[in-house]
């Protein structure tokens, strides 16, 4: 299997300074990361309803996600948009899918040099209480908690190199193209 | 005279953060116009006479280069400055958005006062400040 060319603690590093630097310029909202590897996991936090995904493609392939509270989402989207939001709607979804299309924007800008060429796609956002999230084809998984307003959230980057996806997504019984 | 513009982001968020820009920027601009991607775009430019498109370059339907392509091709519209408003880094990508004839490139996350200072000196060098 071939190794991911940037290590764990290299996608934390980038994961870290990327979402600081988007919270830092669009809302003016400080915020503490956890060390890699390290810090509160957001798996125990109560509430971690809404999620936002994006896609990567190239030659490693894979997701990004942030995730976090309704009420953080509400907080975020406040500070971005300048408006107060009591509960989830269309307005708080949109603005946490931008701010996932941000920060893990900026982090695919920085892994090219690394990992070749990357495509990210449009976000997609999840609000719900009773789902499960699951990246099945992360042979790479980093997580990265921060702290912000007491709360917890969670950026997160799945990847796997693409020709192993083309074989873990190859249906049952069918021939690999060479 | 007041330049109207066009905004063309799918994310609503950044169409209101750019709205919330423009209407406190000093530049004598007029009215804003929105679009969720190039094919709304291009609907808003035939129907109304916009004089500064700042656009996103991932969207669906028809992507910031697409549009740009079609805005220069049309004789009418081709000296509409563009300046693309994108989280896109990649250097092959500024570079098409150059070559096509984008005026500017502001990197997303961005502050306000990035931005009115890329469509001041956008405006600036087309003869469009007042």
Known sequence: MMELPLSQDEIATLIRANTQ?????????????????????????PDRSVISFVGLTGQWSGSGSIQCSANLACTISGKLLLADFDSVNSEVLDAIGEMANMIL???KNDAESRLGPLRLSTPTVVHGSSFEARNWN????????????????????????????????????????? | ??????????????????????????????EVFEAGDGVEA??????????????????????????????????EWSAIPVIMITTEGSE??????????????????????????????????????A
């Open chain 1, 105 to 107: 924007g900026n982090f």
């Open chain 2, 92 to 129: 092959t990508k500024v570079v098409e958005a150059v070559h096509l004839g984008a005026q500017g490139y502001v990197r997303k996350p961005f502050t306000a006062e990035q931005i009115k200072e890329k469509i001041s000196s956008c405006l600036g060098r087309a003869g469009k400040l």
């Open chain 1, 138 to 178: 992360g042979q790479y998984r980093t997580s990265v908690s921060f702290d912000c307003e007491g709360e917890l959230f969670e950026v997160k980057v799945c990847l796997a190199r693409s020709q192993a996806l083309r074989e873990t997504l190859q249906p049952a019984g069918a021939v690999a193209q060479p």
């Open chain 2, 42 to 75: 291009l609907k808003v430019l035939e129907a109304k006479t916009v004089g500064l498109v700042l656009s996103d370059l991932n969207m669906p339907n028809m992507d910031g280069l697409q549009l740009l392509n079609s805005v220069r091709s049309r004789p």
């Open chain 2, 1 to 30: 005279m007041a330049l109207d513009v066009l905004i063309v982001d799918d994310s609503a968020a950044i169409r209101k953060i750019l709205q919330r820009v423009l209407s406190q920027a000093d530049l004598a601009l007029g």
């Open chain 1, 21 to 45: 630097k988007v919270f830092s310029t669009m809302l003016g909202l400080p915020i503490t990361a956890s060390a890699a590897g390290g810090g509160r996991p957001l798996a125990g936090a």
